[in-house]
């Protein structure tokens, strides 16, 4: 087993390192969405958005929210989050 959390959202299954009291437990199953605790790398000057940093390219996102944390989204199933130094994790999980 692994250690995280296993919810069922909108008919899928999600396995996530970061606990999400607003989800609905379940138990350990096969995730259709992972999320996890990673490094992410700054994104690219040229590819910043003016307002909020984000790029994407084909089946890959990645996003920077200012005092929250970048978040890569890949194929729809992988998503790895960086949180900002003192996030607050109710905002890491509302961008999530």
């Known amino acids: ?3 995280g959390f296993y919810y069922h959202v909108h008919g899928f299954t999600l396995y ?3 606990e999400c009291p607003e989800l609905l437990l379940v138990t350990e199953s096969i995730p259709d969405v992972r999320v996890q ?3 992410l790398a700054d994104f690219p ?3 910043k958005h003016p307002h909020q940093g984000y790029c994407i390219e084909g089946m890959h ?3 920077n929210i200012k005092d929250v944390g970048r978040f890569s ?4 199933r992988e998503i790895i989050v960086d ?3 003192d996030a ?3 905002m890491i999980r509302l961008f999530l």
């Not at 989204?73 to 729809?76: E, I, P, Q």
Request: glycine share 8%; proline share 12%.
């Open 1 to 3: 087993m692994e250690n």
């Open 16 to 18: 996530s390192e970061i």
């Open 37 to 39: 605790v990673g490094l």
């Open 45 to 47: 000057l040229h590819q």
């Open 61 to 63: 996102m990645l996003l």
């Open 73 to 76: 989204v890949k194929d729809g």
């Open 83 to 85: 949180p900002a130094p």
């Open 88 to 90: 607050e994790p109710k």
